[in-house]
């Protein structure tokens, strides 16, 4: 194919069209071929792939126009989940589990129930391969993800509590605590560091270990992952590696108030507009020291109280009171502290052109 070149021109001056030099361009592939049928001649042609023969064929006419056709697709379709005969054809297994110990590859041999020779060796396989670690990693495993999915807890941080009590059992402690509490144990840090604290009273009632067992195990399971943690970082310094600052173990701190009341809201029902102004209100408490030695819950219900009312979607104590977990009357000795200061908590944004109304707020 021939172009011809651009012409420089002066300002003043004519073209000379002799002057035109006609330039080839390279031969190129043109990419954009498509098959189509000689017979049939159709366009868009109307072409089959028949997989099963390997054959590229006419579906107007039946002309076979391609044969050994690759198949692309996957081998089949796998529906092991649902298998009950264990009969799954996948010739590869599950992904590595960094929760898991060992390699993980390994060959298994099916159970054949025809076939007394299939039967032993699969006897025989299951007494070799036997590894009590991971039987008991795999048994916390499934009790922690029960008893996260029963409390809506995220998988990211049921994943966490997972590793964690992997760590604990590789290395070897806490041989003498009950398996429950460690458990325990782990799902209230994991939720500490996801930003979705679960108090001592929701894991007790979740897992069944008393209060007192679980905090006396998180504070030792503290004082283990930040130890633990420190040799890691001091040998891998030692052999000359690069420690990474992001790896360290940080010490959860206490559940705020402001962290409760996201989740208190939703479960009552209040919108976002209340959980800013609960959470705003809570955060203030520690720098004005209103209901200073409160716990945490009180003073998240009682922010919650609080808001509702001030934003004109009222809630009453009670209702608050199951959500949360503390008493009605707590509730109200707590906001008749916060009453008193109200002019002081109460920022001029909150009741900005009518959202609020501070005479709302109900008498102690």
């Given amino acids: 194919m021939a172009t011809a070149s651009t012409l420089t021109l002066q300002p003043g001056l004519t073209p ?31 072409l ?36 009950q005969g264990n009969d799954d054809p996948s010739r590869v297994g599950d992904g590595e589990n960094e929760l898991l110990n060992g390699s993980q590859l390994q060959t298994m041999i099916s159970n054949d129930r025809g076939s007394t020779r299939s039967r032993d060796l ?42 964690l009590f992997k760590m604990v059992n590789d290395a070897g402690a806490f041989k003498g605590k009950p398996t429950e509490a460690v458990i325990a144990g782990c799902i209230f840090i994991a939720c500490r560091q996801g930003k979705v604290p679960r108090t001592f009273r929701e894991v007790y009632e979740l897992t069944k270990v008393t209060k007192k067992e679980i905090g ?41 108030a402001g962290e ?21 209100l809570a955060d203030q408490l520690s720098s004005t020291g209103v209901l200073a030695g409160r716990s945490p819950l009180s003073a998240a219900a009682a ?12 809630k009453t104590a009670k209702d608050i009171s199951i959500v949360a977990g503390v008493s009605d009357g707590t509730i109200r000795t707590s906001y008749r502290l916060l009453e008193a200061q109200k002019e002081k908590l109460i920022n001029p944004d909150w009741v900005k052109d009518g959202k609020g109304d501070i005479k709302l707020l109900p008498k102690p």
């Fill in 48 to 83: 089959i792939e028949e997989f099963s023969s390997g054959d590229m064929v006419c579906g107007s006419c039946g002309l076979v126009l391609g044969d050994r056709i690759v198949d692309t697709r996957s081998e089949w379709r796998t529906f092991s989940n649902d298998d």
């Fill in 16 to 46: 000379d069209p002799s002057a035109a030099v006609i330039a080839e361009e390279p031969w190129r592939e043109n990419l954009n071929m498509q098959m189509i049928c000689r017979d049939c001649k159709e366009f868009p042609p109307n």
């Fill in 303 to 314: 922010c919650i109280f609080f808001a509702s009312h001030l934003m004109r979607q009222p």
């Fill in 216 to 256: 006396r195990t998180f504070k030792s399971l503290e004082k283990f992952f930040t130890t633990h943690n420190l040799d890691v970082q001091t040998k891998l310094a030692q052999a000359g590696g690069v420690v990474n600052p992001n790896d360290a173990y940080n010490t959860t701190t206490s559940t705020k």
């Fill in 122 to 163: 699969f006897r025989t396989q299951n007494k070799s391969t036997h590894d009590k670690t991971t039987k008991t990693l795999l048994a916390a495993y499934k009790e922690i993800g029960a008893y996260c999915d029963a409390i809506n807890i995220p998988k990211v941080v049921s994943d966490v509590a997972k590793g």
């Fill in 260 to 280: 409760l009341c996201i989740r208190y809201c939703s479960q009552i029902g209040l919108g976002p507009q209340i959980i800013k102004v609960s959470q705003e």
